[in-house]
């Protein structure tokens, strides 16, 4: 759920060079890579990379110093990959207004406090030197200011950025930004920068009661430390720390839940208001012969109930005994004869109705309410698969609840520890399938025969550690932990089961009702969504194939290939730069091979015997220079030895494995969002079709259905909804 969370700290100098590293993921922190979703910078032309600016920071400024000021903001679940780094770039742009460097990264993992619940946050570092437009060298840019010959000193540093009001500022300023984008989206959640007391003062000012209650809570806070440490390392003081953080937490998780279904209780209410408006509103339409008309309607529509359960009755009892069988036919005879006086009575009332002035008023309504009603239908087509895609995981979810309860328990500990073994034995396979069948060159079978060797010790390791987190948790004290947390894992998945199942079938039963009620539409409008549609399609289309493209380059990486960068790397890029020079010189020496033929004959080479002197010459030279290459190749390769490589080739195919991961991720998402683009546009050419086919709308015989068609349109909604609800507060029991 998306929650407010912005602070302001900074780095003084030595914490550039390091810094830089843990939000890029790099050096030190590559354990961290696979966290990084996204980075962008802001950098003078001088540095070649990030690492190269900060550390020159690190060198340049004066002793104590301030590097860098940075900014931690959590970006909301709700809003995809894309339009969080659409959210994170326009926050830049607004606070610092393209006048400072600045590197920029989006980490995203699970959070520490719920497995199944991910922590996406971004780190804004940037330095708090204001450019002023003059270009500087390395050496200048971070000398002190010079008032009188700016050019001749660095850029200024802006120490509004220390000030109170400068943070209260750009608080403020992050919350408009992160709730516009909230709303563009339709997502019905907002975020607040102020205090809890401050929002219910607010929430009371405006009459929002519900609000107020809901806001009637601690603060849910804690330093992040506390939540990745077990139990037998926090003092007395923090495990009270940790003890009120759950508990303060698991209350404001119910007081939401609860301030949810008081809002669709309101919202019902808000129907039921609505119903009465357009009554009134129908009723009062021309003048006082409409004010019956719908009681007239309600009446018909309760006989024709009536006489469908008389004949139902009538239909399946053969054996009827003879007065309840005449008591039957008498009643169908009465209502059938109220059914005619009351379409009698309608037919004259339709007779008098001013055709045109009915007709210009519903259409005028209808047209107003199209937009609305088509956003609707195409928001539960899309609740529909996203319920669909959420019961689909929940049986699996509900298999691993051992898993997920020692997970939470060792704070993470158990499920890293899990992940490792299965990619273990997963690589396991392959690499002695691949060595019992040769399949490989001699270098690939040595290198697969040390990594079956190097993953059976570390299998060996994490394997007892894995006994031992569930032998810890196997005593009667620890188990009883464990299985509470299972339980409640269970109900917690039960309930969302309940609760995805009712979403479902309200938004199935909404998607059937719009396509009944969306009976009449501007051409315009429907031709609007579909180019939009389509648009959205071939953008989806081209980042999916982008993404799989990327993907199945790492994929199709051929192990020589490994085994250079591998070389590479170890030899601080001495052998690609060897390799660069070699295949240089090898072109050269083909290009003199072939000049060196042309001189074939006896004439050729007397007449050019200076040419050809000169060729032979060059190419003594550049075959010496090969050598040289092919020795220092041996020698590299000799200095780094088999282990070294090894792990190195290892660590790469790992690296690998996770950029054809998170690109395979990334256009199966892509994939996902063109797909369902094209789904919205089948609906819209569908109804298109239906729309095309249903020509006259407004004849006689049907202004009796347009008449109600409004009405309808919310009492059908509100109905619906009536039923759904009840289903969604049963499977609610909120016990504190």
Known sequence: MANYHLNISYG?????????????????????????????????????SPKEFWVASDDKERVNGTVYKEIRISLPNELSKEKNIELLNEFIDTILEGKYHYSVAIHSKESSYKTEILNTHAHIMFSPRELDGIERNKDIFFKRFNAKSPELGGCKKNTDWNNIEKLLEIRKIWEDIQNKYLENEKINIRVSCE????????????????????????????????????????????????????????????????????????????KKDA????????????????????????????????????????????NMEKNRLDSLNLLLKELNKEKLSLEEYLERFEETVQKDEFKAYAEEKLKNSFNTMFNIFNQSNYEIRKAESILKNIPRQLENLETTSLNILTKGEYLKLKKQLDSNNSNLRTYKDNYEYKLGSEKELNFFKSEIKRLSELNKIILPQIEKIKSDYSTPEMKNKKIRIEKSIESKLLKEKELQESILLDRKIMVLILR?????????????????????????????????KICNYFKDMKFSDIERLALNSLSKGRYLKAMKKYRVLNQKRIELEIEKDSYSTLSKKLLHLGSLSKVNKDLKTVNESLLKLEKEFKEIQSSIGDKKLYEEISRIIKLKDAIEDRYNAQGKMFEKSYKFNEFCNKEINKLKRELDTNTNQFTKSSLKANYINLRGKILGNYLIDFEIEKKKKKSFELNF
């Open 12 to 48: 003084r100098v030595g914490k550039g060079g390091p810094h830089i590293d843990y939000i890029l993921g790099q050096n030190k922190y590559a354990n961290k890579e696979n966290e990084i979703e996204y980075t962008n910078h802001n950098l003078p032309n001088w540095c070649q």
């Open 195 to 270: 205090t809890l007391d401050k929002q219910r003062e607010i929430a009371l000012e405006k009459g929002d009661y519900l609000l107020a209650e809901s806001l009637d809570r601690e603060p849910v806070n804690i330093d992040g430390f506390l939540l990745k440490k077990s139990e037998d390392e926090l003092s007395e003081d923090n495990k009270r720390k940790l003890e009120s953080f759950k508990l303060n937490r698991e209350i404001k998780e119910l007081k939401d839940e609860i301030l949810n279904l008081e809002r669709l209780e309101a919202e019902k209410s808000l």
């Open 275 to 318: 119903i009465k408006e357009i009554d009134l509103e129908l009723n009062n339409f021309s003048d006082s012969k409409y004010k019956d008309i719908l009681e007239t309607h309600e009446k018909l529509e309760g006989i024709n109930i009536q006489i469908l359960k008389v004949e139902y009755e009538l239909l399946s009892n053969f």
């Open 516 to 548: 009944k009620k969306l009976f009449k539409a501007d051409e315009s409008i429907l031709e609007c969504y579909l180019s939009k549609n389509e648009d959205d399609v071939v953008k989806s289309r081209l980042r999916a194939s982008k993404a799989f």
